[in-house]
Structure formats: C-alpha cells, structure tokens
C-alpha cells in the first residue's frame, strides 16, 4: 500500500520561505512522477509542481514558477518543494502526489495522495 506523508507546513509571513517534504513508503519512488497539488479554501485541488521519475524534467503551475522549486531523492524516498516569496494567495492545504503509473507524471491526476499539510500566508 502506497502511503505518502507530508510535513514542513505552517505559518509564515508574506515574503517568507518554507520547505515541504513528502516521505513514501510502500513503494520504491524511482520509477514515478511525483508533485505536489494544493487546495485553498472553497477552491479546487489546483496543480503546484511536478518532477519526472529521473528528476531530469520539472513543471510549475504559472503561479508558482519562479519562487518554488521541487527536488526529488529516490535513494531517500522523499521529493521537498521549497517555497520562496510566499504569498497570501499561496495559503492552502498542500499534497504530495505519485503517479499510479510508472514513468508517469502526476498532472494527469491519476495519483495516490498524502492527507495534507497546511501552509498559511499572512499579510
């Protein structure tokens, strides 16, 4: 069973800067694409970032291209997404997502999905 856990959210002031991890267990990364969705209040689960089963390719919503950047590690299991110059409109529950495919990318929508971790922006 593919279980995926996010940590890293919280409150940060505008202008201001955090890292998410995504730990997976149940299965081994390397063969997947991993990303990372969010979902803001009375909104729908919107597309963040994505990162190639190499990590050679990556994609960002036009909302965040520029400030966040995502990385993955396949020998630790685990993609982060750092988040520079932080927004209020950046405030949303961020999930980690993996490809149920392999060589698969997760913009598709067909994913396993972590339960979330709160990022909240103030002004």
């Known amino acids: 069973q593919v279980q995926l856990v996010e940590s890293g959210g919280g409150l940060v002031q505008a202008g201001g800067s955090l890292r998410l991890s995504c730990a997976a267990s149940g299965r081994t990364i390397s063969r997947y694409g991993m990303g990372w969705f969010r979902q803001a209040p009375g909104k729908e689960r919107e597309f963040v970032s994505d990162?190639?089963?190499?990590?050679?390719?990556?994609f960002y919503s036009d909302s965040v291209k520029g400030r966040f950047t995502i990385s993955r590690d396949n020998a630790k299991n685990t993609v982060d997404l750092h988040m520079n110059s932080l927004k209020p409109e950046d405030t949303a529950v961020y999930y980690c997502a993996t490809s149920t495919a392999t060589y698969s990318t997760t913009r598709f929508g067909n994913n396993y999905w972590g339960q979330g971790t709160q990022v909240t922006v103030s002004s």
């Open positions: 990162i190639s089963w190499s990590g050679s390719s990556t």
